[in-house]
């Protein structure tokens, strides 16, 4: 039984593992370094109420129909199951392009990720932080923070480019000065999200569900989290997430957190002032935000190493938006699928 890690649990790693279920003869795991599923697609809960959460990285999903081509089954699929809904809470400032829709996730952005992990029938494993790869008998020796090495057939990576190049073992000889090149040259923009958690009788009076902010330094969009996905409830506070502009996220990259996320709150309490005080408070940093410059003449994946397969994917293969990761996941899954 040939053994397949997939590294980074999320929409890439989750689709692409869902999309190696059924081939014959493969066990597929699937390592994160965090504590949940999602990657960039992640849903934070209150410290206080783990029923009241918010969307602190993708917001949405946007499919442009007329070239939507093989995604659309995905998109269908998870529409199907109620993962994905329509959206249609008022955001102001919003830019639709003619020919596309746009959707949330009710029960969290992430719930898309954890849909295609268990459809995968996968074994996840959750703070499994990677550190070498190394070539053993044959096989792939992947180690890790915590918890012995293990061998592996097969290796895909999908978290973002420059931590693919942080690795040690002998990943770093096999990667060649051409494909170290290009994967240097893959670009990200940084920013901070906040979530803003609430009691169940908080609340928020505005008249929209969302808004991009175009004249403030410091945030760019605001949402009204739970009535952006439309499950306003009683028994559930709401929550408010806020991004910020990527010029502030790069200036503010590595400054203290608390001092940051102040910052943040008192750009916010100008902008809306008529807030509530928060019950809780998560501050996130996104250093791999939004790929602004994928690798070149690698389009949706590079193979780093044939005999065992060694292989890279993600949207800094493609671009950062759900078409991306799944053209890059098709493609990662094909390559195993032939390679086996």
């Known amino acids: 039984m040939a053994r397949v890690l ?21 066990r597929v795991a699937v390592w994160d370094k965090a504590r949940g599923a999602g990657g960039r697609m992640s849903t934070s809960r209150s410290a206080r109420d783990a029923a009241c959460t918010a ?9 442009e129909t007329e070239r939507a081509g093989p995604r659309r089954s995905f998109c269908e699929e998870l529409l199907s199951h109620g993962i ?4 249609t809470a008022p955001i102001e400032g919003m830019v639709v392009k003619e020919g596309s829709c746009n959707y949330v996730a009710p029960q969290g952005i992430s719930s898309v990720v954890k849909y295609y992990l268990k459809q995968s029938g996968a074994d996840v494993f959750y703070e499994q932080h990677v550190t070498h790869i190394c070539l053993r008998d044959g096989k792939w020796e992947v180690s890790r923070k915590m918890g012995p090495p293990e061998q ?18 002998d990943i770093v000889n096999i990667i ?76 503010h990259l590595d400054s203290d957190p608390a001092e940051v996320q102040q910052l943040i709150l008192s750009h916010l309490e100008r902008i809306v002032p008529s807030l509530p005080k928060p019950a809780s408070i998560k501050c996130q940093k996104w250093r791999y935000s939004q790929v602004t410059k994928a690798v ?4 949706r994946q590079m193979i780093l190493h044939t005999q065992p397969l ?27 699928k032939s390679h086996l």
């Open 55 to 63: 969307d602190l990285g993708a917001q949405y999903i946007t499919l």
């Open 310 to 336: 060694l292989i890279c994917g993600g949207d800094g293969f493609t671009q950062s938006n759900f078409n991306g990761c799944i053209d890059s996941a098709m493609s990662l899954a094909e390559a195993v």
């Open 296 to 299: 070149p003449n690698f389009p």
């Open 176 to 251: 060649n000065e051409s494909q170290k090149q290009q994967l240097e040259s893959a670009s990200y923009s940084s920013r901070y999200a906040l979530g803003l958690f609430y009691e169940a009788s908080t609340r928020i009076d505005v008249p929209w569900a969302a808004q991009y902010i175009t004249d403030n330094p410091c945030i760019r969009f605001i949402s009204i989290d739970n009535k952006k996905r439309n499950i306003e409830s009683p028994e559930i506070g709401p929550s408010v997430v806020v991004h910020t502009t990527v010029t502030f996220g790069s200036e």
């Open 84 to 87: 994905l809904k329509p959206l």
């Open 6 to 26: 997939v590294v980074g649990a999320g929409l890439t790693g989750g689709a692409c593992a869902a999309l190696l279920r059924g081939v014959a003869l493969v």
């Open 152 to 169: 592996f057939d097969v290796v895909i990576l999908t978290m973002p480019v420059p931590q693919i190049l942080q690795l040690q073992g």
